[in-house]
Nanobody, 118 residues
Framework: QVQLEESGGGLVQPGGSLRLSCAAS????????MGWYRQAPGKQRELVAS???????TYADFVKGRFAISRDNAKETVYLLMNGLKPEDTAVYYC????????????WGKGTLVTVSS
């Protein structure tokens, strides 16, 4: 049974930084491309970044140059370092596998709330 546990969210001022972590279990972590997603109040969930097993990463345009995704296959954990945070980054952040039809995935963890506000 897949389990995903996100952590590291909190309240941060604009321009600040946070590092999110996501511990995965119940899957063959090394075989999966992993992604970070977010859902702001009243909006659809969107893809933030993804990373292959070998560490090749891709980013949504709205976080390029500010966020960095990484992973530790031995720890089955994926990270998201967020710098230069903006109020519009406020959302619940989730990790999950990245597949083409990710919107149809049934299981999601609880996520971790990031609030950017002065």
């Amino acid at each position: 049974q897949v389990q995903l546990e996100e952590s590291g969210g909190g309240l941060v001022q604009p321009g600040g930084s946070l590092r999110l972590s996501c511990a995965a279990s119940g899957m063959d972590f090394r075989l999966n491309v992993m992604g970070w997603y977010r859902q702001a109040p009243g909006k659809q969930r969107e893809l933030v970044a993804s990373i292959t097993s070998r560490g090749t990463s891709t980013y949504a345009d709205f976080v390029k140059g500010r966020f960095a995704i990484s992973r530790d296959n031995a720890k089955e954990t994926v990270y998201l370092l967020m710098n230069g945070l903006k109020p519009e980054d406020t959302a619940v952040y989730y990790c999950n596998r990245f597949v083409d039809n990710w919107r149809a995935m049934a299981y999601w963890g609880k996520g971790t709330l990031v609030t950017v506000s002065s």
